[in-house]
T-cell receptor, first 114, second 113 residues
Framework: GENVEQHPSTLSVQEGDSAVIKCTYS??????FPWYKQELGKRPQLIID?????GEKKDQRIAVTLNKTAKHFSLHITETQPEDSAVYFC?????????????FGRGTSLIVHP | NAGVTQTPKFQVLKTGQSMTLQCAQD?????MYWYRQDPGMGLRLIYY???????DKGEVPNGYNVSRLNKREFSLRLESAAPSQTSVYFC????????????FGSGTRLTVV
């Protein structure tokens, strides 16, 4: 089955710095890669996703890049703000015909210091 | 538009007691899921329902049962609670079977003593 590794487990940055979280996956057939943000005590919420036919996707201060050859994808947050502090989860899943249920990484706790 | 509604939000059970966690979505989603979240373990899939009338085991199904009551509702039952089932439980739904993001419920914090 799919295996998703997420690094780092904790990331501490100063406000205004950039933050990068990286995930690697094992199943080369995976083709959908969402990212979720979970604030303390709240539910995970989808913040951005990317499909395998795209190499990069941006939404304001966040972006996701995908390297299919190396089987890794990354979340980039620029100009970090204290409200970006949360746990971020990556996931990977396959098209029909395979296991479409996403496999989640174990999460990265991002701390943005004012 | 409520999205995904879970009840209860908090529950304390004694070992051996049973309970059912309720989940309902109003987005006309086909697929529904139950996850548990434990510190350092991320989100682990307990059971899922790809469509009304079907259910399948996930990564950690032991000690749980589910019912897809209709398209809107997907319940999770603990028949005989154990301390190892102390966790935060999230219900989620998605529009299709793949390549679509999840909408999560607000979670149920369950403690088994």
């Amino acid at each position: 089955g799919e295996n998703v590794e997420q690094h780092p487990s904790t990331l501490s940055v100063q406000e205004g710095d950039s933050a990068v979280i990286k995930c690697t996956y094992s199943d080369s057939a995976s083709n959908y890669f969402p990212w979720y943000k979970q604030e303390l005590g709240k539910r995970p919420q989808l913040i951005i996703d990317i499909r395998s036919n795209v190499g990069e996707k941006k939404d304001q201060r966040i972006a996701v890049t995908l390297n299919k050859t190396a089987k890794h994808f990354s979340l980039h947050i620029t100009e970090t703000q204290p409200e970006d502090s949360a746990v971020y989860f990556c996931a990977a899943s396959r098209a029909p015909g395979g296991s479409y249920i996403p496999t989640f990484g174990r999460g990265t706790s991002l701390i943005v210091h004012p | 538009n409520a999205g995904v509604t879970q009840t209860p939000k908090f529950q304390v059970l004694k070992t051996g007691q049973s309970m059912t966690l309720q989940c309902a979505q109003d987005m006309n989603h086909n697929s529904m899921y139950w996850y548990r979240q434990d510190p350092g373990m991320g989100l682990r899939l307990i059971y899922y329902s790809a469509s009304e009338g079907t259910t399948d085991k996930g990564e950690v199904p032991n000690g749980y049962n589910v019912s897809r009551l209709n398209k809107r509702e997907f319940s999770l039952r603990l028949e005989s609670a154990a301390p190892s089932q102390t966790s935060v439980y999230f219900c989620a739904s998605s529009e299709g079977a793949w390549a679509t993001g999840y909408t999560f419920g607000s979670g149920t914090r369950l403690t088994v003593v």
